[in-house]
Structures are given as structure tokens and as C-alpha cells.
């Protein structure tokens, strides 16, 4: 019996599901910006793991930060040697319970942080209960070596058009990766036809296209624009979309809750962009 309760009172792995449900609510996450699943790691797993279990090991009130950096640490993971890696640690207090206390772990990540970066392309979870229940989640995100140009301006944008919503005390939209694939196929059509115009050469409206990849509607919406300066396009993309009415209540229509923004970039360095709006 003093054994049982010795044991108890130490901290433990969590178990399979709850890292589980753990990945499972990242991807959700993800797939609500429009962001493609992380690839699990195994190298990044036994680092997040044996990370998590030294902070729950710690006395409460001294757990963070680490004792040791993470480049500290680094060092005795060649594999990993020359990557970009980042660390996200969460403590979910042990009051939080059930599908409440993954929801809290992951919560809702800064703009910036490495769960919503486009550049991440691979996380390693581990997750332990400290010897009074706490949570503790250690992510562990490795960087891509490179991000194609086209996805980092596509969520510029979509960033940049929530921060006009937001400021209006709107609601922000949630990105649809079937509704960009329709976005991207337009702005696509735009650069090989070297027009900007809602009007297809085919006569295909913005509604037409949304219907053709059977995504349903009751309202949809679509801001297009083109640039010659790919780095410094985004910025002056929305400035010239808010001077806009017809452009600035497309951003601003509180009925819309979906959006895709699709980028095309041409040799010369030409940017064309279609984002779309829908209301299901």
C-alpha cells in the first residue's frame, strides 16, 4: 500500500491516447489556418518526452523555464544537427479535465508561433503528469529548410485581413483549403492570361467556380489583385482593398466566416492574388 501511494505521487507518461488526441487537436488546428498536417518524429518525440518529464519532475512554482536550453540540449542530438528547432511548453493545470484539458493544452497559439508557421514541417509531442495531475506538454517543431514564396504571402495576406476584421471587433475568418485550391486556380488563370478581373476568359463568375468544386454557399465574395513587387506587395494589397468599398466590404462583411487566399507568381516576379469570402 505505501508502495501504491509512493507511486502515485510520482509524475508518469501520459498515456497513448491522450498524446493521441494531443496530435489529432494540433491538426485541427492546423487545418483551421489552411495549414497542411505536421509529419511525426520519432528523434523529436524521445527529445519533447524526455523534456516533459524533466519539468514535471521539478517542484511546482520552479518548473519553468527548463534548466537546460533547448540548444544546450541540442547538442547531444546529431541527428538533428544544422536544423531550425523550436520549443513550445504548456503546464494545463490538473482542475482542467477530459477534452477541456487538450483544448487548453494547445490553446490558441500567438500569430507567429511555431504551431501556426507555415515553415514547421514536423512536431515531436511528449506529454507527462506531474505528481499533483498537472499537464505538462512539451512540443518540439522542426522547420522546413525552405517555404515555397506563394504559401508565406498567401497567409501575409490572410493574416493581414483578419487584423482588419479583428480591428472592427469582427470575428476572424477561418481558412478553407478547398475554397485556396479554387483561389489559386483563378489567380493561376489571371497570370497566364495577364488580366485581373472576377470574370474568367471563359465567363466563369466567382460563384461559378465555388459551385464547380462542390463547395456549398449562401454568400460568396472575392477580392482580386496583382503586383510587381512580391516582397512588398502585401501591405499595399490591403491598403488598396480598404480604400476600396466594394473591396473593403468583402473584408468587413460580418456574414462571411470561410476565406482562401490562392497566390500565383510569375517569372518576372508578378504577383497575382484572388482571396475568396463565403458564407455557408
Given at each position: 500500500m505505501l508502495l501504491a501511494a509512493a507511486a502515485a505521487d510520482m509524475p508518469r507518461r501520459a498515456d497513448v491516447a491522450t498524446t493521441t488526441d494531443l496530435r489529432a487537436a494540433l491538426g485541427q488546428l492546423r487545418a483551421a489556418s489552411g495549414l497542411d498536417a505536421l509529419e511525426s518524429s520519432a528523434v523529436l518525440d524521445r527529445l519533447a518526452?524526455?523534456?516533459?518529464?524533466?519539468?514535471a519532475a521539478a517542484p511546482d512554482g520552479r518548473?519553468?523555464?527548463h534548466p537546460v536550453p533547448l540548444d544546450d540540449e541540442l547538442d547531444e542530438w546529431p541527428e538533428l544537427e544544422d536544423r531550425r528547432i523550436v520549443e513550445r511548453v504548456t503546464v494545463v493545470p490538473a482542475?482542467?479535465?477530459?477534452?477541456?484539458?487538450?483544448?487548453?493544452?494547445?490553446?490558441?497559439?500567438?500569430?507567429?508561433?511555431?504551431?501556426?508557421d507555415p515553415r514547421s514541417a514536423a512536431v515531436g509531442i511528449g506529454a507527462w503528469f506531474s505528481a499533483e495531475g498537472s499537464l505538462v506538454l512539451v512540443a518540439v517543431f522542426r522547420f522546413a529548410d525552405d517555404v515555397p514564396e506563394r504559401e508565406r504571402l498567401e497567409?501575409?495576406?490572410?493574416?493581414?485581413?483578419?487584423?482588419?476584421r479583428l480591428a472592427q471587433s469582427m470575428r476572424a475568418l477561418r481558412a478553407d483549403k478547398r475554397l485556396r485550391e479554387v483561389a489559386r486556380a483563378h489567380s493561376e488563370t489571371m497570370l497566364a492570361g495577364g488580366f485581373m478581373a472576377h470574370e474568367s476568359?471563359?465567363?466563369?463568375?466567382p460563384a461559378d467556380r465555388v459551385r464547380a468544386a462542390?463547395?456549398?454557399?449562401?454568400?460568396?465574395?472575392?477580392?482580386?489583385?496583382?503586383?510587381l513587387q512580391p516582397m512588398g506587395s502585401v501591405h499595399g494589397m490591403i491598403q488598396e482593398w480598404?480604400?476600396?468599398?466594394?473591396?473593403?466590404?468583402?473584408?468587413?462583411?460580418?456574414?462571411?466566416?470561410?476565406?482562401?487566399?490562392?497566390?500565383?507568381?510569375?517569372?518576372?516576379?508578378?504577383?497575382?492574388?484572388?482571396?475568396?469570402?463565403?458564407e455557408r
Open positions: 518526452d524526455r523534456r516533459a518529464a524533466e519539468i518548473r519553468l523555464p482542475t482542467s479535465s477530459g477534452i477541456e484539458r487538450i483544448r487548453s493544452a494547445w490553446d490558441t497559439p500567438e500569430k507567429g508561433a511555431p504551431a501556426l497567409l501575409l495576406l490572410l493574416d493581414g485581413v483578419n487584423e482588419q476568359p471563359n465567363g466563369d463568375l462542390g463547395i456549398g454557399f449562401r454568400l460568396v465574395g472575392e477580392n482580386v489583385a496583382r503586383s480598404m480604400a476600396s468599398p466594394t473591396h473593403r466590404a468583402n473584408v468587413l462583411t460580418a456574414d462571411f466566416q470561410q476565406t482562401a487566399v490562392g497566390v500565383a507568381i510569375g517569372d518576372d516576379g508578378s504577383v497575382y492574388v484572388t482571396q475568396l469570402f463565403l
